[in-house]
Protein backbone atom coordinates (compact mmCIF):
# COMPACT_ATOMS: atom_id res chain seq x y z
CA UNK A 1 0.00 0.00 0.00
CA UNK A 2 1.45 3.58 -0.93
CA UNK A 3 1.78 5.92 1.67
CA UNK A 4 -1.28 8.11 -0.26
CA UNK A 5 -3.40 5.62 0.22
CA UNK A 6 -2.90 5.24 3.75
CA UNK A 7 -3.39 9.20 4.37
CA UNK A 8 -6.11 8.84 2.53
CA UNK A 9 -7.35 6.09 4.83
CA UNK A 10 -6.41 7.98 7.93
CA UNK A 11 -7.53 10.56 6.79
CA UNK A 12 -11.39 8.54 6.50
CA UNK A 13 -10.81 7.13 9.60
CA UNK A 14 -10.11 10.12 12.00
CA UNK A 15 -13.58 11.70 10.25
CA UNK A 16 -15.37 9.18 10.72
CA UNK A 17 -14.12 9.11 14.52
CA UNK A 18 -15.34 12.79 14.65
CA UNK A 19 -18.53 12.09 12.75
CA UNK A 20 -19.77 9.17 15.59
CA UNK A 21 -19.93 9.69 19.20
CA UNK A 22 -18.99 5.91 19.88
CA UNK A 23 -17.30 3.18 18.63
CA UNK A 24 -16.63 -0.14 19.37
CA UNK A 25 -13.40 -2.20 18.42
CA UNK A 26 -13.94 -5.93 17.44
CA UNK A 27 -12.29 -9.29 16.58
CA UNK A 28 -14.61 -10.63 13.69
CA UNK A 29 -11.72 -13.00 12.20
CA UNK A 30 -13.05 -16.40 10.99
CA UNK A 31 -16.43 -15.37 10.19
CA UNK A 32 -17.29 -17.03 6.72
CA UNK A 33 -18.42 -14.89 3.99
CA UNK A 34 -22.45 -15.44 4.47
CA UNK A 35 -22.14 -14.63 8.59
CA UNK A 36 -19.89 -11.29 7.80
CA UNK A 37 -22.60 -10.51 5.25
CA UNK A 38 -25.36 -11.42 7.96
CA UNK A 39 -23.42 -8.89 10.65
CA UNK A 40 -22.95 -6.37 8.17
CA UNK A 41 -26.81 -6.13 7.11
CA UNK A 42 -27.42 -5.99 11.09
CA UNK A 43 -24.97 -2.98 11.20
CA UNK A 44 -27.01 -1.46 8.32
CA UNK A 45 -30.15 -2.04 9.92
CA UNK A 46 -29.04 -0.33 12.73
CA UNK A 47 -27.32 2.39 11.43
CA UNK A 48 -23.86 1.14 12.81
CA UNK A 49 -20.54 1.42 10.16
CA UNK A 50 -18.46 -1.26 10.39
CA UNK A 51 -14.90 -1.14 8.89
CA UNK A 52 -12.11 -3.74 8.80
CA UNK A 53 -9.10 -1.77 9.92
CA UNK A 54 -5.36 -2.22 9.65
CA UNK A 55 -4.06 -1.78 13.35
CA UNK A 56 -1.55 0.87 12.72
CA UNK A 57 -3.77 2.99 10.36
CA UNK A 58 -6.05 3.15 13.50
CA UNK A 59 -3.62 4.17 16.28
CA UNK A 60 -2.27 6.64 13.37
CA UNK A 61 -6.27 7.81 13.33
CA UNK A 62 -6.81 8.07 16.76
CA UNK A 63 -3.48 9.66 17.78
CA UNK A 64 -5.25 12.35 15.30
CA UNK A 65 -8.25 12.93 16.87
CA UNK A 66 -9.17 14.81 20.22
CA UNK A 67 -8.89 12.69 22.98
CA UNK A 68 -7.21 10.34 25.33
CA UNK A 69 -7.74 6.58 23.55
CA UNK A 70 -3.79 5.49 24.80
CA UNK A 71 -5.78 2.63 26.57
CA UNK A 72 -6.98 1.36 23.93
CA UNK A 73 -4.25 0.80 21.74
CA UNK A 74 -3.26 -2.70 23.46
CA UNK A 75 -6.05 -4.43 22.29
CA UNK A 76 -5.08 -3.46 18.38
CA UNK A 77 -3.64 -6.83 17.69
CA UNK A 78 -4.67 -9.55 15.27
CA UNK A 79 -7.97 -8.76 13.62
CA UNK A 80 -9.91 -5.31 14.21
CA UNK A 81 -13.30 -4.35 13.02
CA UNK A 82 -14.49 -0.63 14.31
CA UNK A 83 -18.09 -0.03 14.84
CA UNK A 84 -18.74 3.40 14.80
CA UNK A 85 -22.08 4.57 16.30
CA UNK A 86 -24.05 7.45 17.47
CA UNK A 87 -25.84 5.33 20.18
CA UNK A 88 -24.08 3.57 23.00
CA UNK A 89 -25.36 0.51 23.69
CA UNK A 90 -27.14 -0.49 20.26
CA UNK A 91 -23.34 -2.13 19.16
CA UNK A 92 -23.11 -3.92 22.68
CA UNK A 93 -27.22 -5.50 22.10
CA UNK A 94 -26.33 -6.63 18.07
CA UNK A 95 -23.08 -8.61 19.51
CA UNK A 96 -24.58 -10.08 22.29
CA UNK A 97 -27.40 -11.11 20.01
CA UNK A 98 -25.34 -11.83 17.24
CA UNK A 99 -23.42 -14.66 19.30
CA UNK A 100 -26.54 -16.60 20.30
CA UNK A 101 -25.78 -18.28 16.94
CA UNK A 102 -21.78 -17.25 16.50
CA UNK A 103 -18.70 -17.29 18.36
CA UNK A 104 -18.12 -14.01 16.64
CA UNK A 105 -17.41 -10.96 16.93
CA UNK A 106 -15.23 -10.16 20.19
CA UNK A 107 -15.32 -7.54 21.73
CA UNK A 108 -12.21 -6.05 22.01
CA UNK A 109 -12.32 -2.32 23.67
CA UNK A 110 -14.91 0.26 23.25
CA UNK A 111 -15.42 4.15 23.89
CA UNK A 112 -18.43 5.17 24.80
CA UNK A 113 -19.81 7.86 26.63
CA UNK A 114 -16.42 9.46 27.08
CA UNK A 115 -15.43 6.03 28.68
CA UNK A 116 -12.99 3.42 27.51
CA UNK A 117 -13.72 -0.34 27.77
CA UNK A 118 -11.28 -3.02 27.70
CA UNK A 119 -11.97 -6.74 27.25
CA UNK A 120 -15.10 -8.95 25.74
CA UNK A 121 -16.48 -9.00 30.05
CA UNK A 122 -17.49 -5.22 29.19
CA UNK A 123 -20.19 -6.36 27.10
CA UNK A 124 -22.62 -6.58 29.67
CA UNK A 125 -21.93 -3.32 31.28
CA UNK A 126 -22.49 -2.22 27.84
CA UNK A 127 -25.69 -2.99 27.11
CA UNK A 128 -26.68 -1.66 29.79
CA UNK A 129 -25.59 1.65 29.39
CA UNK A 130 -29.03 4.26 28.19
CA UNK A 131 -29.25 6.30 25.67
CA UNK A 132 -29.23 10.24 26.34
CA UNK A 133 -33.12 9.61 24.80
CA UNK A 134 -33.64 7.00 27.08
CA UNK A 135 -32.14 9.03 30.06
CA UNK A 136 -34.02 12.10 29.25
CA UNK A 137 -37.31 10.12 29.36
CA UNK A 138 -36.30 8.71 32.71
CA UNK A 139 -35.65 12.11 34.06
CA UNK A 140 -38.89 13.05 32.75
CA UNK A 141 -40.84 10.42 34.55
CA UNK A 142 -38.85 11.42 37.76
CA UNK A 143 -40.19 15.04 37.27
CA UNK A 144 -43.55 14.44 36.86
CA UNK A 145 -44.11 11.50 39.15
CA UNK A 146 -44.39 14.53 42.26
CA UNK A 147 -46.62 16.40 39.98
CA UNK A 148 -48.67 13.68 39.63
CA UNK A 149 -49.06 12.67 42.97
CA UNK A 150 -49.99 16.18 44.41
CA UNK A 151 -52.43 16.19 41.48
CA UNK A 152 -54.01 12.97 42.30
CA UNK A 153 -53.95 14.15 46.11
CA UNK A 154 -55.63 17.00 45.48
CA UNK A 155 -58.47 15.31 43.39
CA UNK A 156 -59.13 13.12 46.07
CA UNK A 157 -58.62 15.49 48.59
CA UNK A 158 -61.09 17.89 47.30
CA UNK A 159 -63.75 15.13 46.54
CA UNK A 160 -63.89 14.10 50.22
CA UNK A 161 -63.86 18.20 51.26
CA UNK A 162 -67.03 18.67 49.69
CA UNK A 163 -68.31 15.57 51.02
CA UNK A 164 -67.30 16.44 54.86
CA UNK A 165 -68.96 20.29 53.52
CA UNK A 166 -72.19 18.57 52.03
CA UNK A 167 -72.51 16.73 55.53
CA UNK A 168 -72.03 20.04 57.70
CA UNK A 169 -74.64 21.60 55.40
CA UNK A 170 -77.05 18.79 56.03
CA UNK A 171 -76.46 19.08 59.30
CA UNK A 172 -76.79 22.58 59.93
CA UNK A 173 -80.61 22.32 58.50
Not at 15 to 21: A, D, F, Q, T, V
Amino acid sequence: MRREEKSTIIDSLAENLKEYSHFYLTDTAQLNAADTSDLRRKCFENDIKLVVVKNTLLKRALDQTEGNFEELYQVLKGTTSIMFTNSGNVPAKLIKEFRREHSKPVLKGAYVQESIYIGDDMLDALVSIKTKEELIGDIIMLLQSPAKNVISALQSGGNKLHGVLETLAKKEN
